[in-house]
C-alpha cells in the first residue's frame, strides 16, 4: 500500500520561498511517477508538477514554470517541491500524489500541506 506523507506547508510572503517535502512508501510499482497538486479554495485541485522516481523526466504546469522545481532523494524516499518567488495565486493545499504509468491516473494521495502567501 503507498504512503505520501507532505510537510514543510506554511505562511509566507508574496516574493518568498518554501520547500515541500513528500515522503513516499509502498511498492515501486505504484511510485514511478510521483507528483504535486494544489487546490485553492474554492477552486478545482490542478496539477503543479511531476517527476519520474526512477529517472530524472520532470513536467510542470505553465504558470509555475521557471519558479517551482520538484527533485527526489531516493536514498530518503522523499520528493520535494521547491517553490521560489511565491504569489498569492500560489496559496492553497498541497497535495503529493503517486501513479504507476505515465498514462495512468493518480491513485494515491497525501493528506495535504497548507501553503499560504501573504501579498
Known amino acids: 500500500q503507498v504512503q505520501l506523507v507532505e510537510s514543510g506547508g506554511g505562511l509566507v510572503q508574496a516574493g518568498g520561498s518554501l520547500r515541500l517535502s513528500c515522503l513516499v512508501s509502498?511498492?515501486?510499482?505504484?511510485?514511478?511517477?510521483v507528483g504535486w497538486f494544489r487546490q485553492a479554495p474554492g477552486k478545482e485541485r490542478e496539477f503543479v508538477a511531476v517527476?519520474?522516481?526512477?529517472?530524472?523526466?520532470?513536467s510542470y504546469e505553465d504558470s509555475v514554470k521557471g519558479r517551482f522545481t520538484i527533485s527526489k532523494d531516493n536514498a530518503k524516499n522523499t520528493v520535494y517541491l521547491q517553490m521560489n518567488s511565491l504569489q498569492s495565486e500560489d496559496t492553497g493545499v498541497y497535495y503529493c500524489?503517486?501513479?504507476?504509468?505515465?498514462?495512468?491516473?493518480?491513485?494515491?494521495w497525501g493528506q495535504g500541506t497548507q501553503v499560504t502567501v501573504s501579498s
Open positions: 517527476t519520474y522516481y526512477f529517472g530524472s523526466a520532470s
Open positions: 500524489a503517486a501513479k504507476s504509468t505515465w498514462t495512468s491516473d493518480f491513485r494515491a
Open positions: 509502498g511498492p515501486a510499482a505504484s511510485t514511478n511517477f
